[in-house]
């Protein structure tokens, strides 16, 4: 019996180490792999986009969903004046080949048809954290300091990029999207006709965008001295009171509910935008991701609640399986959210729609 207890105490701790033992080769695991992938723990700004694996195959021809018989006939109809535009692309600082397919391919003046739109583009980022694996200078991965250096020279090459105080993080979205409605502001607002925020995974079809406002709501083509605000709409109950110091999180508490605009891209006017930019000085925005468009319509229920608002669903969304707000792509679809970059290459190159952009 005494060398049965033995046997079964013996038996136990050789458990006990092959259990410690994986754990050790579980945490090494970890480790290397947050060196290796530049996982930044607490410090990370924002989740990517989430794919399923049904979604990794891109787009496909479900996705679509263009008429046989051609595009409609406000499609074919160039604006009766150019649309004038102030764009703010929220971006991140590693988004290097995205900001150069963007500048190239979507936001590019000698492409887009000056009878339809003319615009002025900037770049809001921040800088990048430093991660895990930047301590062993892990070889095939920029560091930290390296991507920052990158960001620098981008910015003096083609000085369209607006570097916000800080580190990448889910507080400092928020604080772009104030800095940027201030830099559209800068402006005189007789001089522009809205000031349009997208995400940086948004693509844009500007002169499609122009010809769908024009044909949808001609009458709201008066933004330099009305109030209105464009883009996909929900609503929330969400108020802020601003911070003592102007640098402290704002406090959040419950109230009327009012509509905001989804971040993925939306318009305001330039009135607006004016407005906006008169009462900076009382707006809250030091608010978490997940609540930085969500402020954005509390600012204007708070100090511009006459602003007439467009809910359009049709022409700003995902695509099918690309998001909550998932719909087929088709001519009125002016933003295209959730896509990568070889989504967006994919419908740069789009036949449907190839006249929206000249030869440079």
Avoid at 40 to 60: D, H, K, M, N, V
Avoid at 105 to 111: A, D, F, G, H, L
Avoid at 237 to 260: A, N, T
Wanted: proline share 7%; hydrophobic share 40%; net charge neutral.
């Amino acid at each position: 019996m005494l060398a049965m207890n033995y046997k079964r105490r013996g038996r136990g701790r050789q458990t006990a180490c092959y259990a410690l033992l994986a754990g050790l080769v579980l945490l090494c695991g970890h480790a290397l792999w947050t060196f290796a992938t530049g996982y930044r723990g607490w410090t990370a700004p924002f989740s990517r986009i989430q794919r399923t694996a049904a979604q990794i195959r891109g787009l496909t021809a479900s996705s679509f969903n263009f008429p046989p018989d051609g595009p409609p006939q406000w499609y074919l109809t160039p604006a009766p004046r150019p649309l004038v535009l102030r764009i703010a692309v929220m971006s991140m600082a590693d988004e290097f080949e995205l900001r150069a397919f963007l500048r190239d391919n979507v936001y590019n003046r000698s492409t887009v048809p000056h009878g339809d739109v003319q615009f002025e583009v900037k770049f809001f980022l921040a800088r990048q954290p430093a991660a895990f694996g930047d301590l062993l200078g892990v070889p095939w991965r920029m560091t930290a300091a390296d991507v920052n250096r990158r960001m620098q020279e981008e910015q003096t090459r083609y000085g369209d990029i607006e570097i916000v105080d800080g580190e990448e993080n889910t507080w400092n979205l928020c604080r772009k999207r104030f800095l940027a409605m201030k830099w559209a502001a800068q402006a005189p607002q007789s001089k522009y006709d809205f000031f349009l925020t997208v995400d940086s995974d948004s693509f844009v079809r500007l002169a499609a965008l122009a010809r769908r406002m024009n044909h949808r709501h001609p009458g709201l083509l008066n933004p330099r001295h009305d109030f209105s605000m464009w883009g996909v709409m929900m609503s929330k109950w969400f108020h802020w009171r601003k911070s003592v110091d102007g640098v402290s999180p704002d406090e959040r508490y419950d109230g009327e509910w009012y509509d905001f605009p989804v971040g993925m891209g939306y318009l305001l006017s330039s009135a607006l935008t004016a407005r906006l930019d008169n009462v900076s000085h009382l707006l809250p925005h030091n608010v978490p991701y997940y609540s930085d468009d969500i402020l954005v319509g509390s600012w204007i229920f708070e100090h511009a609640p006459e602003t007439t608002i467009i809910n359009d669903k049709g022409g700003f969304h995902d695509p099918p399986l690309h998001g909550s707000l998932g719909y087929p792509i088709d001519y009125g679809t002016a933003l295209i959210h959730h896509v990568d970059l070889e989504e967006m290459r994919q419908l740069r190159a789009m036949p449907e729609w190839r006249s929206e952009w000249r030869q440079p």
